[in-house]
């Protein structure tokens, strides 16, 4: 999961790299409360790069221009996506930019420090010119002060620049990067560095052990967040709800990291969840089926939803475990089609659980299905054919892969081409 500017340089001011004053924007009235003297430059928060030539970058000098530049920024899309932040940040006297990164090089399995004294937007300039350093043992600062001396850095640049990268290199390690990037970072006339962007690429599979960087990507609950934040019937779960009402897929996921990243999928596939039950795994396997009970009921009482996935990661016992709860909580409606079902009829068949669906319809079922929202339930490992098999006759899909779980997911709510 990639980190947002203004959460990357929350980071590097809590280890001492040099930022900028600057502040978080989320609305226009904000704007008129800026605690930054004029003049300043507006950002557009997105994840994309080339916001600067896209016009997600204004120098602003005043409150009206600030306010008409802010306007334009929100409503501006940059590769498809429009800010729900904006930065606003001091003007800084620039005389040269460095690029600087920390990344994890999977196929030398070592991280990699590379740099350049051409940063900047000219990326191919960059590239060009760039240096690398290989760190093949224990982190020593003799890594950091070998790479800015081939970049050419002389005199009292080779230590600030050294101890620039040192402390990117600690936060790499200490948060479980896959990368981290300073790109500029700019040189004042008078030699003072200063990072004025920058770019962290945070490792899913490790931000349950992160909850400072669960915290700094969990909007407040406000409303002009995209979503909130609430304790549910203190059973050590947590829900996520949009702002927006327009949701239809409901989640429930097993820990922060898999439900901002399955979230997070979704918004790049242009679609926005209705809201996320986050189960704590951290209270056992017996804990997790209660809590899972309570969300998955709650989710079904929903009327406006039209499809549920439940994403829970573990082992063989967890896998099975979850489908025993799903197969407990969906037993009304089974017995349901049980009830209406005219034996006289064929079994319905079908790849999925929409096609069984209509053929059910095609066959004569006089079924509700529209009470029970489509599922689909991702689970890895375990042996639960038993349970997959007694359910077949309700709209479930079971996957293992969490890209074809989207798809699925999204395929339920996308209208059919007749």
């Known amino acids: 999961m990639d ?12 280890v001492g790299i040099p930022i900028l004053p600057s502040q978080p ?8 409360h800026l605690q930054i003297p004029y003049p300043v430059v507006l950002k557009s928060q997105v994840r994309s790069g080339g916001r600067g030539r896209a016009g997600g970058i204004r120098f602003v000098e005043n409150t009206i221009d600030a306010i008409a530049a802010a306007q334009a920024i929100f409503s501006l899309a940059i590769l498809g996506e429009y800010p ?22 999977y196929q030398l399995q070592r991280p990699v420090l590379l740099g350049s004294t051409r940063g900047g937007i000219e990326v191919e300039t960059l590239l060009k010119n760039i240096e690398k350093v290989v760190v093949d043992g ?24 050294s101890s620039i990268i040192e402390k990117m290199y600690q936060i790499f390690v200490e948060k479980d990067l896959d990368w981290i990037e300073i ?59 949009a702002s927006q009402k327009d949701g239809k897929i409901a989640m429930i996921s097993n820990g922060w990291g898999l439900t901002l990243t399955t979230w997070d999928l979704f918004v790049n ?35 406006h939803l039209r499809v549920i996935l439940v ?16 197969a407990d909580c969906c037993q009304p409606y089974l017995n349901g089609v049980n009830n209406l079902r005219e034996d006289r009829l064929p079994r319905p068949t079908g790849t999925n659980a929409i096609d069984r669906q209509r053929g059910r319809q095609s066959q004569g079922y006089s079924v509700p299905f529209k009470e029970l929202p489509p599922l689909v339930v991702r689970l890895v490992g375990g042996n639960f054919e038993p349970i997959k098999e007694s359910l077949c006759d309700l709209p479930i899909d079971w996957v293992e892969d969490l890209e074809e779980a989207i798809a699925k997911t999204i395929s339920l709510i996308t209208p059919q081409k007749k």
């Not at 980190?3 to 809590?14: D, G, N, S, T």
Request: proline letters at 3%.
């Open 3 to 14: 980190l947002l500017e203004y959460q990357a340089k929350e980071l590097f001011h809590r």
């Open 25 to 32: 924007i989320a609305n226009l009235s904000e704007i008129k």
């Open 84 to 105: 729900e932040v904006i930065l606003a940040e001091a003007r800084y006297d620039t005389q040269s930019e460095f690029f600087l990164s920390v990344l994890l090089d």
């Open 138 to 161: 224990d982190f020593s600062p003799f890594y950091a002060r070998r790479l800015a001396t081939k970049m050419g850095l002389k005199g009292a640049l080779i230590p600030t620049v």
């Open 183 to 241: 790109n500029p970072l700019a040189v004042s006339p008078t030699g003072e560095v200063m990072a004025l962007d920058g770019k962290i690429a945070v490792n899913d599979a490790a931000l349950f052990r992160h909850e400072d960087l669960v915290a700094l990507l969990t909007p407040q609950k406000s409303e002009s967040s995209l979503i909130s934040l609430r304790e549910v019937e203190a059973k050590s779960f947590s829900v996520i709800e």
């Open 269 to 303: 596939q242009k679609v926005n969840p209705a809201c996320a039950w986050i189960l704590n795994e951290q209270e056992g396997l017996t804990a997790l089926g209660e809590q899972l009970t309570i969300a998955l009921k709650q989710a079904m009482k929903l009327t």
């Open 311 to 326: 994403n829970v990661l573990g082992d063989a016992n967890t896998s099975e475990a979850v489908a025993q709860v799903v």
